[in-house]
């Protein structure tokens, strides 16, 4: 549309309405069009955001009409960067829908987006992207395909979430990107965050549907995520596991289908051939194995049908199509509940579900038999409702019901709604021919309503008895009879022609009237329709053949005048059939054939459901709606004749896998040590040490890491590398000591060394404890296959890929670098995941799990599990030790009154609030009596700061203690939180004040991430301090442990082993901490601090020197 | 998937389009009038309609044509529940749905159409997060906003998004904690002519107005859950915990929604509320006919009937109505044929009773067909399914909340043949 061509559009709306939006006076204001858009331009122009917006405003008001606003690009382009968000907002509405018409100008804001693409804040890199991939222009494509790279592997689901809805974008404006988008979507598909999985699905479907290989591996995970996705997700996530389904499962209705067949040709087939088919199916079912359904498959049932809940009609329909297509018989029934359920929707909703409830009444009309009621039709329906209902209420009949069935029928027959009525006189007709007991029934209810006054009614009844009484014409003559009188008063075509059809067809048992009939009908010939025309020319025809005495000279006559009628059909037809019946001397071999030609018996007519084949497509699915393909349907695949392998689901990918089994074969030798209640080479000294120190459950743990190291030290040194950063994250203090000892003969290769003597002491004893572990792992996958729901799918595959580790222990050590990476990928996603799903937890617990125990539940329970989604076990494996938690006095045993109370920072999660710091509190009671009611009041913080309280502690016994966690929004500062400690009896003023290292989590980023966002904090966020290092800290481990002791920061990996690099970010906004410690000779060093928070940088970098220099 | 949507009037005036993908000319919306004209009635417009090149699904709701375009195959469920939420947005932000409001709140409304579909897919549905991205518009705060010129876009950026309750917004406070549940039931149900039940259910809904500070975790349990075997939940409620102890578990979102739908189906027995005698009849010779109807309790449960009218689609013949009422008014309205018999409270000491004659057009056949009463009853203070609600327990914070549970039972597509 042209410009000019828009003003004369807004010249007519102007006159009667105010034009723009809701303010009043704009209307008046600004009465000349021309000028109104200069105006807008000129508002767009001020430096004032409320001019601006105003002028958004409007342009959006006019763009929602439909007008076209395009000129105003260049000035609405310039606000693109406007600090207002909703005028940027509004800006951006504006440019996804002119960017196509005006691509060069476009062009000027896409570095807006790009600089937002690397935003720190994760809902504005969101956002840019989600821009940026909207705006339809072709020159921008490898933009947005590295936009989309990158954001896929951003730290933020939400991030990767729109990652996912921007392939469909970018697939759709340049098809050639295919084959990188659907790399970008395979990793997608093996992310494990509920945010991710329906977006990247809705992405396969659209990009590559038919890549049903990339599904394997995330099969199960999709299955297990599948009831905490979004409703919207959960549909597409269905309907691609049906067909995925469909073709890698068995058909498990497989013994069935062949008994229902064999009994259906039984039904129809004549005698002798149904015996040799019934020999033959014997022969097949006897070769046919048992049906054993795979577990997959019982997996992908089993956690679809909670969702017949929803609210969502969309999935209830889903997973009833789903139940349909996959299900076994005997299970399909549940649906039939849920589908009932909608039809109280709305009417479309109603429309669709009874559609597909049609189908499904065809294959398995048992399934809704219980609900036939529900199926009445309420007058008050909308016309297309109540003829489904009819449709499903006619497929319903059956013997038993049938008599309900009709006199309901009879009711609606008096309807006012005379498209409905017809539609009810043809289910009479199709329940009278299914069912043979209700035929004569039916035919005379028929014939009543003959004398029906209103001619639809009879015009439709003379129809369906027309295709009734051919089912056994010879015993109702005077149906015939009484029919033909209705041909004086029955206006209706149709219903003429139906009649005319019907005497000629039986005129042997009506031979006095069908010539009086025929006289009729010539005589009005003329003024008659052209169905009626052609069924009178072949009544005379076949009065002629049987009757020529008295019908010759009519049927004469009748051909006469159709000989000379306006439609060729009629004159053809008269040709025709002269020649065939009048005898002539050239008449050919035909005419002797003539009666047999017209009065062959005809097989009656099948009354059919219009829905009786539609169930090839899916159901649910638009193609079966309309009963055609649509564009883009994907079929349903036909059942394999036999399985395809299912060990396809069983591995991860294929890099998970080999660290999974990395894993394993550690666990195997680190089983024994922590089960044989680690004696032996961690030797006496240390596990009294230990004991003295945290407890017997972090020992274990340290004792299971050693030996663990020690199993791995046998590969390459890269190897070694690599888990030594593991140990430095997780190893304890009093583990230093001993190594520092041995240090002092071979300081350099120390750790390698000594990890392998206790490796091999280890692996002699390791081969008892295989077995050990193998049963345990048994009696393991066999509580799993006892269907306990909760179980997470990454222990499934660990315990398979476990009964493999034989196998795979001799291919690991082929690749040294990709697993190593994969671990650190396979960490961080398993992180954020115990950040982001919250799903299980139970608020604030009276006795959170305390970190010490976790810790030993940690070595015992990640080996055994794995990679595991629950944030409890995950934890410790990504955060500094536990041994390094230093305990605060919170309230002293002599000011408290014997109550003392310390606290720690756990460096867990705060799952119920992930912006918080979880403060881990112990109480003790050091009084004779019990102390009541321990709670928290008043709190008095900084604005901005919020606590989440823990519950309250009912009663403390006295000399008892109790643990709980509390969570502390700090907001990135390192103000204390002040507050009130309460007893029954007394209260205590106490404040938290959190060390600045305490304000972050870990972070986990490859070296790559980690230099690129380096270099966005450089400048004023960069802080740079020498140092002298510590006497103490003369290896890499001391400064790794000094750093992380300091400070709650994850480790990255580093090529160079002269600089140690940390990320963290901070707890409530989510910035990142980017620290590097870069050793030089003679135990110099330098120290870097990269934030976007300066004085957080500052303050841990006080604190880091002090710690490093020590 | 959805390419782009026209919103259409009554009259058939195309009032806003917007589009996800590239722009559908509003052309493609004749096919739609085409099968508007077809349709006669506006509920009889099929959902799907074909054409060469696009799909066009639609709804209608509050005298509007929600008409979505689509080029490829999707559920067309997906596509028509997400325009029903669409119109329940509108509701919720603007108060009701109408093509005023909508045009109204143009802005606002092209603001939530973009954040709802990304696209073409939906990308956030939820009220509560959609009301962290754009505020809805009170008087006070147009009023401000016309004055300062600030925004009605909610400038901290929506956490909620993030988070995997994604129903409940951050940060929830309030001075006084309150929850309150509304237990609705409706009677859907056919009775013949004699009076006999041919189909009887119930259909309830839970509606819920929580307003409660933090993190709250609610668990509601009823005093006879077995009632309850077709059910379907809000997305916060736990279905683990309703399968192995039938106790509804949930973290609530904040404001108004409706935590759970149930069914009580035709194979239970169902109570009915009142019984109605009737009879109509249009006499052969004349054109006249007569009308006589009585309501009265039957099984209340002690309880008062409220709020009872009874609606009658005459036939069209039905020229007027000459009738005389012994309680409440009647109406009828020749031009929709509809006769509305407003009784109001149900006294069973003197029962309602409407009766006289009608008059018929002359010359036209005695109709055929008798018109069905369609029945409205309200009863305070009931389920009448016997439904009862135990007790609400709330965990993981600390306040002492309000707490309050309504019953109501209101009849259905309740419908009385003669």
């Known amino acids: ?564 009628d306006q439609n060729y059909d009629i004159r053809d037809r008269a040709r025709f059939i002269r020649q065939l019946i009048v005898p002539t001397d050239k008449s050919g071999a035909l005419n002797k054939y003539a009666k047999k030609l017209f009065l062959a018996l005809k097989p009656a007519p099948i009354l059919e459901s219009p829905f009786k084949d539609r169930d090839h497509f899916q159901l649910g699915s638009l193609s079966h709606l309309l009963n055609a393909k649509a564009g883009g349907y994907q079929e349903l695949p036909d059942w394999p004749e036999s399985a395809p392998d299912p060990s396809v689901r069983n591995v991860e990918i294929p890099e998970w896998s080999k660290c999974t089994s990395r894993k394993d074969r550690k666990e195997k030798k680190v089983e024994k040590p922590f089960y044989s209640d680690s004696e032996g080479e961690s030797g006496p000294t240390e596990s009294a040490d230990s004991e003295s120190d945290t407890g017997s459950g972090s020992e274990s743990a340290s004792a299971s890491d050693e030996s663990g190291s020690g199993s791995e030290s046998e590969e390459s040194g890269e190897e070694t590398e690599s888990e030594e950063e593991e140990e430095d994250e997780e190893k304890e203090k009093k583990r230093k000591k001993r190594l520092d000892k041995t240090k002092a003969k071979k300081p350099a290769e120390e750790s390698a060394e000594s990890e392998q003597s206790s490796g091999t002491e280890d692996r002699k004893r390791g081969r008892k404890a295989v077995k050990n572990q193998k049963s345990a792992s048994e009696s393991e996958s066999e509580s799993e296959s006892s269907e306990s729901e909760d179980e997470s799918e990454e222990e499934e595959s660990e315990e398979e890929s476990e009964s493999d580790t034989d196998i795979r222990k001799k291919k690991t050590p082929v690749s040294k670098q990709p697993p190593k990476q994969s671990k650190k990928e396979s960490k961080k996603e398993t992180q954020e995941m115990s950040l982001l799903d919250l799903d299980d937890f139970e608020p604030a617990p009276a006795s959170a799990p305390v970190t010490p125990v976790n810790f030993l539940s940690s070595s015992l329970v990640s080996d055994l599990e794995g990679l595991s989604l629950t944030d409890t076990i995950l934890a410790p494996t990504t955060i500094a030790p536990s041994g390094l938690i230093k305990m605060y006095e919170l309230l002293h045993r002599i000011t408290g009154e014997g109550l003392a109370v310390e606290y720690c920072f756990s460096r867990q999660p705060f799952s119920p609030e992930p912006n918080m710091v979880a403060v881990q509190i112990q109480f003790t009671n050091n009084t004779n009596s019990e102390t009541k009611n321990l709670h928290i009041e008043e709190p008095r913080m900084q604005s901005g700061m919020r606590i989440r309280e823990f519950a309250e502690i009912d009663m403390l016994a006295a000399g008892e203690s109790v643990t709980v966690v509390m969570g502390i929004d700090f907001c990135d500062s390192t103000q204390a939180a002040n507050f009130q400690l309460c007893t029954h009896t007394r209260k205590f003023f106490v404040s938290i004040q959190p060390p600045v290292g305490e304000l972050m989590t870990p972070a986990f980023l490859t070296e790559n991430d980690f230099k690129k966002e380096q270099g966005k904090l450089m400048g004023m966020n960069e802080i740079s301090e020498k140092l002298t290092l510590g006497e103490k800290c003369v290896n890499e481990h001391v400064i790794v442990e000094r750093v992380t002791a300091t400070a709650n920061l994850s480790r990255v990996p580093c090529g160079s082993d002269k600089e140690c690099r940390f990320a963290g970010k901070t707890v409530s906004s989510g910035c990142l901490v980017l620290v590097t410690v870069t050793t030089k000779e003679g135990g110099a060093a330098q120290l870097t601090v990269n934030c976007e928070k300066m004085v957080i940088g500052t303050m841990l970098v006080k604190d880091m020197m002090q710690a490093l220099s020590q | 998937m959805i390419h782009s949507l026209f919103l259409i009037n009554n009259a058939g005036d195309l009032f806003l389009e917007k589009h996800w993908k590239s722009v559908v000319s509003r052309s493609v919306c004749d096919y739609f009038f085409e099968a508007r004209e077809k349709a006669v009635e506006p509920d009889n417009v099929p959902p799907v309609i074909r054409t060469p090149h696009h799909y066009l699904i639609n709804i209608y709701r509050e005298k509007i044509f929600f008409v979505s375009v689509i080029q490829t195959e999707v559920p067309p469920l997906f596509v028509i529940e997400f325009l029903h939420r669409v119109a329940e947005t509108f509701q919720d932000y603007f108060g009701e749905c109408s093509e005023t409001t909508i045009k109204d709140n143009m802005v606002i409304v092209y603001e939530l159409l973009e954040e709802m579909l990304d696209n073409g897919f939906p990308l956030a549905t939820e009220s509560n997060i959609l009301k962290e991205l754009i505020r809805p518009p009170t008087i006070l705060r147009s009023m401000v906003n016309t004055i300062t010129g600030s925004s009605n876009v909610g400038d901290t950026l929506p956490t909620g998004q993030l988070s995997t309750i994604p129903w409940r917004r951050a940060g929830v406070k309030y001075t006084n904690n309150e929850a309150y549940f509304d237990v609705v039931e409706e009677i859907d149900a056919i009775l013949d002519k004699s009076g006999t039940t041919v189909f009887a259910e119930i259909q309830g809904v839970i509606d819920a107005c929580v307003k409660l500070s933090g993190m709250p975790d609610l668990t509601l349990s009823f005093m006879n859950p077995r009632l309850l075997d077709d059910v379907s939940f809000h997305p916060c409620v736990r279905y683990k915990r309703w399968e192995s102890e039938r106790v509804i578990s949930f973290i609530p979102p904040d404001g108004n929604f409706q935590l759970m739908s149930y069914h009580i189906s035709a194979q239970n027995l169902v109570a009915i509320p009142i019984y109605v005698k009737q009879n109509i009849s249009f006499f052969e010779t004349g054109p006249s006919g007569r009308l006589d109807i009585t309501v009265g309790p039957k099984q209340t449960m002690g309880k008062t009937v409220e709020c009872l009218v009874v609606t009658v689609h005459m036939p069209k013949v039905v020229l007027s109505a000459s009738l005389n009422a012994t309680q409440g008014t009647y109406n009828y309205d020749p031009v929709t044929k509809i006769l509305v018999w407003d009784i109001g409270k149900l006294n069973p000491q003197k029962l309602p009773n409407l009766k006289g004659s009608l008059s018929l057009q002359s010359g036209a056949p005695k109709p055929e067909e008798n018109p069905s009463l369609n029945i409205d009853l309200k009863i305070q203070q009931l389920a009448i399914s016997g439904l009862k609600v135990n007790r609400l327990d709330m965990y993981g914070e600390k306040y002492k909340p309000f707490k309050g549970v309504k019953y109501v039972t209101k009849a259905g597509k309740f419908q009385v043949r003669t």
Request: glycine residues 2%.
């Open chain 1, 1 to 564: 549309m042209s410009a000019s061509s828009a003003f004369s559009d807004e010249k007519g709306g102007s006159a009667s309405e105010p034009e723009y939006g809701h303010d009043p006076a704009s209307g008046g204001i600004f009465s000349s069009d021309y000028k109104r858009h200069d105006d807008l331009k000129e508002m767009l122009d001020s430096n004032k955001d409320s001019l601006k917006l105003e002028a958004m405003k409007r342009i959006v008001a006019m763009i929602a009409r439909g007008k076209n606003a395009s000129d105003l690009f260049p000035a609405v382009v310039k606000n693109v960067a406007c600090k207002n968000i909703e005028v940027k907002k509004l800006v951006y509405v504006y440019l996804v829908r002119y960017a196509e018409e005006q691509q060069d100008l476009a062009l000027l804001s896409i570095s807006t987006f790009q600089r937002g693409l690397k935003d720190p804040n994760q809902l504005i890199r969101a956002s840019a992207l989600r821009v940026l991939s909207s705006i339809r222009v072709t020159i921008i494509v490898p933009i947005m395909m590295l936009a989309i790279k990158e954001a896929a592997s951003d730290m933020s689901p939400y991030v990767r979430k729109t990652a996912a809805h921007a392939i469909p974008k970018l697939h759709s404006l340049d098809p050639e990107q295919k084959d990188q988008l659907i790399e970008v979507i395979e990793k997608l598909l093996a992310d494990k965050t509920t945010l991710v999985a329906g977006s990247v699905v809705m992405a396969f479907e659209e990009v590559c549907p038919d890549r049903i290989d990339l599904i394997h591996k995330n099969y199960r995970k999709l299955c297990n995520l599948l009831i905490d996705v979004e409703e919207w997700g959960q549909v597409v996530i269905i309907n691609m596991l049906t067909r995925y389904a469909r073709t890698q499962f068995l058909n498990p209705n497989i013994n069935e289908s062949l008994l229902e067949e064999s009994s259906d040709k039984a039904f129809y087939a004549s005698d002798d051939e149904e015996d040799e088919d019934k020999k033959a199916e014997v022969a097949t079912l006897a070769k046919r194995k048992p049906y054993v359904m795979d577990p997959d498959h019982r997996l992908l049932l089993r956690n679809t049908k909670p969702l017949l809940q929803s609210r969502n009609a969309a999935v209830v329909m889903a997973v009833a199509q789903l139940y349909f297509h996959l299900a076994p018989k005997a299970e399909v029934g549940i649906i039939a509940k849920a589908l009932v359920r909608l039809m109280r929707s709305h009417s479309e909703v109603q429309y669709v579900v009874l559609q597909n409830v049609a189908t499904m009444t065809i294959k398995r009309r048992g399934m809704f038999e219980p609900y036939l009621k529900s199926f009445y039709i309420r007058s008050t329906d909308p016309t297309q409702i109540k003829i489904l209902k009819l449709e499903v209420l006619t497929n319903l009949a059956n013997e038993t019901n049938i008599s309900t069935i009709l006199r309901e029928f009879q009711t609606y027959i008096k309807s006012m709604d005379k498209d409905f009525v017809a539609a009810s006189i043809q289910a009479i007709g199709r329940c009278a021919t299914n069912i043979g007991e209700v035929r004569d029934t039916c035919l005379n209810g028929l014939v009543q309503l003959l004398s029906n006054r209103d001619e639809l009614v009879v015009a439709e009844s003379v129809v369906v008895i027309k295709k009734l009484l051919q089912m056994q014409p010879e015993q109702h003559s005077d149906i015939i009879k009484h029919m033909a009188k209705l041909i004086d008063n029955i206006q209706v075509p149709m219903a003429r022609a139906s009649i005319l059809w019907l005497i000629g067809e039986y005129c042997e048992h009506v031979p006095k009237i069908a010539p009086d009939v025929l006289r009729k009908m010539a005589k009005t010939f003329n003024n008659e329709e052209d169905i009626v025309k052609l069924q009178i020319i072949n009544l005379a025809a076949k009065l002629y053949l049987t009757n020529s005495k008295q019908t010759k000279l009519l049927t004469q006559y009748v051909l006469n005048l159709a000989k000379y």
